[in-house]
């Protein structure tokens, strides 16, 4: 069955950078967009990025120029590079994959930003 399961989350202070991994089992990875989200406390789910199979990517315009998603096919990978974190990133986030119209879901990974 599909996988998706995120790891390099944790406490950063403001500013910080992380790396966020979603490691994919289960599917041709390479013939799938893949895409992060995250959800703050008490909020909804909202888009971060998303990348194309062919490696086209679109983000949600007010993280532009501080998140980069990318991919590595042969280790079945998608990444999510945060920098100039602020506190209002801090958010559970979710790798995603649409398969067959059916979305799956990671468990989330917790970055916090605070000092």
């Known amino acids: 069955q599909v996988q998706l399961v995120e790891s390099g989350g944790g406490l950063v202070q403001p500013g910080g950078s992380l790396r966020l991994s979603c490691a994919a089992s289960g599917i041709r990875f390479d013939i799938y967009g893949m895409g992060w989200y995250r959800q703050a406390p008490g909020k909804q789910r909202e888009l971060v990025a998303r990348i194309t199979n062919g490696g086209n990517t679109n983000y949600t315009d007010s993280l532009k120029g501080r998140f980069t998603i990318s991919r590595d096919n042969a280790k079945n990978t998608a990444y999510l590079q945060m920098n100039s974190l602020k506190p209002e990133d801090t958010a559970v986030y979710y790798c995603?994959?649409?398969?067959?119209?059916?979305?799956?879901w990671g468990k989330g990974t917790l970055v916090t930003v605070s000092s």
């Open positions: 995603n994959v649409r398969r067959w119209n059916i979305d799956y």
